[in-house]
C-alpha cells in the first residue's frame, strides 16, 4: 500500500521519486538535510497558522510528503499518540515509530508495545539507554535516586529518557507527538509546527495540540485502538512504575507523575528542557571526560 493523499493519489517523497509498494521505507533513512534547509522560523510560523484548524491526519500527510521516512511518532505509548499512530497508519503503513524503553517500564507497557506491533504489523524502534551511563548513575546514587530530590529524579531521567530520545531524534528531520495544549501549563502554547531548537532544529508536529482528552478517547473508542490497561485502573498519565499512580478524584491528570514533588514541573525534560544546576552537575561528574556538557543539555 503506498502512501496517498486526501483524494487517494500517490505521495511524493521528498526527493521527488513516488513511494512504493513498501512506502517511502525502502531505502532506509536518507541523510538528515542541514538544519538550515530543513525549514526556518517564518515557515514553521505560516505552516502553524495554516494547519491549526486542520485535522490531525492533513497535517500526517503534509509530513510524510514532506519528510518521507525521516519523520517518526515517538511515542511512549499512551493514548494520545496512539491515536496518532492508528491515523498515520492508515496513511502510511510504514510509518516509523519510535520509543524509549527506560528500563522500569510497568510490564504492561511491554505487552501493549507488542499488542501494537502485531496489530498494525509495524517494527517498532525502541530506544534504550546507555548501560555506562545507567551504571555510573546508579553506583553513585542508588537504584531509587529519584525519591532523594528533584536534581535527582531530572538526572534519572536525562539518563534513561533525554540522552536516548537525543538520539533517536539525530536521525530525523521530524518528530511527531501526542502532545495537547490541555495536559499542563507548560503546553498551553505548543503550536502543532514547531522547530525543535533545543534538537538540532528539526521540525516538531503535535497534531493533537488542540484535542481534548475526550476527543482522544472518543476516537479510541470509535476506531477501537488498542490503549493501556492501567488507564482502567485509574491512570491517566503513565511513565515508569515507580514514578507513576492513579490519580485521586479532583487531581490533575498529570498529578500522578512524581507525585512527592512539590513546586517541580511534571515534566522529564524530553519536551522541554529544564535547567537546574544541580542535575548537570552531575552529569559531568558521572560521565567525566565523555560528557559533552553542550549536547547533553540541548543546547
Ligand atoms: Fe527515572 Fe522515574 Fe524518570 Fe523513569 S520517570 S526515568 S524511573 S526518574
Redesign the pocket.
Known sequence: MSIVDGDGKPITSPNGSASGANGVTQQGPAPRAGAAELMDDYEAGELAVQFDDQEPEDLLRWAFERFGDRVAIITSFQVDSLVLLDMAWNINPDVRVITVD?G?LPQETYELIDKVRDKYNIKIEVRYPEAAHVEGMVRKHGMNL?RKSVPM?LL??HF??VIPLQNALEDLDAWITGLRRDQWATRANIRKVDLDHDHGGIVKLNPLADWSEDDVWAYIREYDVPYHPLYDQGYTSI??V??TRPIQPGEDNRAGR?WWETNAPKE?GMHCPIETGGFMHEVHAILGDEADIKKLSGH
Do not use: A, L, S, V
Request: hydrophobic residues 15%; positive net charge.
Open positions: 527506560t522500569r529519584f529524579r534519572c531521567c534513561r529518557k511513565g515508569c515507580p514514578c512524581w522529564c
